[in-house]
């Protein structure tokens, strides 16, 4: 099977690289001595990106992988698929 | 008056170009379809790495910036620092 | 079917009955006037001791209800108790 | 000087009042044994009650406490208000 992120692999990609230069534009800005309030709000909104990609893949792993471990009827399956989802989703809260 | 960062700038760009080449290798594993989990665990370090620069960024800010708004007496620049730092703070958080 | 928690159900109540204790301390320190930092301290404690309860819930809710789900071998319940669980998840990081 | 908050301490401690009651509420829920994931929501929706409190505690604190340091121009009290308002709030993150 293909994972759920695989159907929007191009847009995904396209997304992260953004995000790269965002990263990239923050370095120029250390370079060039910007403030650090601005330098920080920028950082801080490179954070948030990411988070809304992390909720994004994670939703359609739900959708494919841990629906496709539900369909298998695998229970060896479904109890890692559940335990890889709390442990993820322990770390996002942070 | 240079900001407090400036005396470590080199080190904090560097750090931020490991993390530039760390977004790289996520773009990467999209395109070599790697397991969700994977992707969503690499792209929860890079926001903790994150995390880590702001505040250190932030820190520097307060020993150097806000300090030197306190020893300056101007109060109007002490109550603009103050409320640029509950601001980024409270944004901080999420 | 018996919920995970029950098991520990006195000692869950007794952990609510301090935190309710808790909240009373700081409705006293407000009635005492107490300093603002001192107050935001303990309603900060009082958060974190929740927050611990909410995950102990959740990992005795996975071990027992989400894993009855799994032997059940019940699709509809299966998806019905990861939706939750992402759902409950998703707004526990906040 | 007084506290920020002292101006509407009578709404504070009926807001903690009811806090308390939810806490009540939910030492109910268990002995009950109602559903897990219900609790958790109700636990989620205490702690968000109580950042709410914390956030105008804050801001009352800032536009009291702190500016009454700001006014003062003394430099040792200012210095430590800042430093007491990172600490909170880099907790208040968590």
Redesign the interface.
């Known amino acids: 099977m ?5 159907e929007e ?1 191009d847009a ?2 396209k997304r ?2 953004r ?2 230069g965002q ?2 534009g ?2 120029r800005m ?2 060039d ?1 910007r ?3 601005d ?3 920028q ?2 909104a ?3 990106a ?2 809304r ?3 994004e ?6 959708a494919h ?3 496709h471990a ?2 298998s ?1 695998n ?1 060896a399956d ?2 890692r698929k ?5 442990d ?7």
């Open positions: 293909t994972y759920g992120y695989v692999k995904l990609v992260l690289h995000i790269e990263v990239r923050i370095e250390v370079e001595e403030y650090c309030i330098i920080v709000t950082v801080g490179v954070r948030a990411l988070r990609v992390e909720e893949i994670l939703r359609d792993h739900v992988c841990v629906d539900i369909k009827g229970r479904q109890r559940v335990a890889e989802l709390m993820v989703m322990g770390r996002a809260g942070r």
